[in-house]
T-cell receptor, first 115, second 112 residues
Framework: DGGITQSPKYLFRKEGQNVTLSCEQN?????MYWYRQDPGQGLRLIYY???????QKGDIAEGYSVSREKKESFPLTVTSAQKNPTAFYLC??????????????FGDGTRLSIL | QKEVEQNSGPLSVPEGAIASLNCTYS??????FFWYRQYSGKSPELIMF????GDKEDGRFTAQLNKASQYVSLLIRDSQPSDSATYLC????????????FGKGTRLHILP
């Protein structure tokens, strides 16, 4: 089945540690996105990529890094510089085109907590 | 002014009644509008999208768009307990590099 796979489902980070969240899609979508969701809050964009080997910062990129070496994969690293990493992380993908409708489809998310 | 604004709720609606969820947006050039449903602890699921003024119906769901007034709404007819969730309004911005901007969501509670 086509879809977006995020792993792991739960992740714990120690002080000073970098952790990487995986996101893989087999929908043949060009664009991929990372969002952070805090309790009772909307989705905030961390990074997005519309093409392989290119990505742009979103609204809250500080303390995070990404890579896009393959169309199917868009891993997110939460670095030790991110002082408040506890959140629900969501990966999404969409087609890219001019005009209106490119809805985003989401993976199941990764819940990150500090040990 | 917030870019995409929703009443946080909770909105309580009796089972079988119509639930009406509203969303306003600030970017007058926005072209595409989406409604996502998010159950507690789960990821958002796309349920409706609309890009033309007027109504769009899909089963029990109707999306309504009024670009002149900059609002979009979602109606859920014959509400069921399984409709209890948070509903996120999302708008594709014309000035934010075509990014989709999400509202904080409205919590809907269907009363059995």
């Amino acid at each position: 089945d086509g879809g977006i796979t995020q792993s792991p489902k739960y992740l714990f980070r120690k002080e000073g540690q970098n952790v990487t969240l995986s996101c893989e899609q087999n929908l043949n979508h060009d664009a991929m996105y990372w969002y952070r969701q805090d309790p009772g809050q909307g989705l905030r964009l961390i990074y997005y990529s519309q093409i392989v080997n290119d990505f742009q910062k979103g609204d809250i990129a500080e303390g995070y890094s990404v890579s896009r070496e393959k169309k199917e994969s868009f891993p997110l690293t939460v670095t030790s510089a991110q002082k408040n990493p506890t959140a629900f992380y969501l990966c999404a993908s969409s087609i890219v085109g001019t005009g209106g409708l490119q809805p985003q489809h989401f993976g199941d998310g990764t819940r990150l907590s500090i040990l | 002014q917030k870019e995409v604004e929703q009443n946080s709720g909770p909105l309580s609606v009796p089972e079988g009644a119509i639930a009406s969820l509203n969303c306003t947006y600030s970017d007058r050039g926005s072209q595409s509008f989406f409604w996502y449903r998010q159950y507690s602890g789960k990821s958002p699921e796309l349920i409706m999208f609309i890009y033309s003024n007027g109504d769009k119906e899909d089963g029990r769901f109707t999306a309504q768009l009024n670009k002149a007034s900059q609002y979009v709404s979602l109606l859920i007819r014959d509400s069921q307990p399984s409709d209890s969730a948070t509903y996120l309004c999302a708008v594709k911005s014309s000035v934010r590099d075509d990014k989709i901007i999400f509202g904080k969501g409205t919590r809907l509670h269907i009363l059995p």
